[in-house]
Nanobody, 120 residues
Framework: VQLQASGGGLVQPGGSLRLACAASGFRPDYYYGIGWFRQAPGKEREGVACVGSSDGIKYYPDSVKGRFTIGRDNAKNTVYLQMNSLKPEDTAVYYC?????????????WGQGTQVTVSS
């Protein structure tokens, strides 16, 4: 499994960004969860969204619920993270990752990070 994240940048508070994660290398019968994580300097890594490949169930922590939306374009094998109403505390390096058998398992595959900076 290979993952390529993109779409980070500098945005003002209250603004929006959309991250993309291009995925490849999946077996046809592979059931997985694909998620977004973030890590700010001096802080632990935090999961911010995930979607299951077969059931489409989405997970969000309270810190981003209502502001972030994860979506899929199966034709392009790409997962998106739409981030609205961004806050300075959303500043972090964002990573996409894949876990076997769904969102609540160990994430074994990681893409490179993309920097998101929320600042005026």
């Amino acid at each position: 499994v290979q993952l390529q994240a993109s779409g980070g940048g500098l945005v003002q508070p209250g603004g929006s960004l959309r991250l993309a994660c291009a995925a490849s290398g999946f077996r046809p019968d592979y059931y997985y969860g694909i998620g977004w994580f973030r890590q700010a300097p001096g802080k632990e890594r935090e999961g911010v969204a995930c979607v299951g490949s077969s059931d489409g169930i989405k997970y969000y922590p309270d810190s981003v619920k209502g502001r972030f939306t994860i979506g899929r374009d199966n034709a392009k094998n790409t997962v998106y993270l739409q981030m609205n109403s961004l806050k300075p505390e959303d500043t972090a390096v964002y990573y996409c990752a894949v876990a076997d058998y769904g969102c609540r398992n160990v994430y074994d595959y990681w893409g490179q990070g993309t920097q998101v900076t929320v600042s005026s």
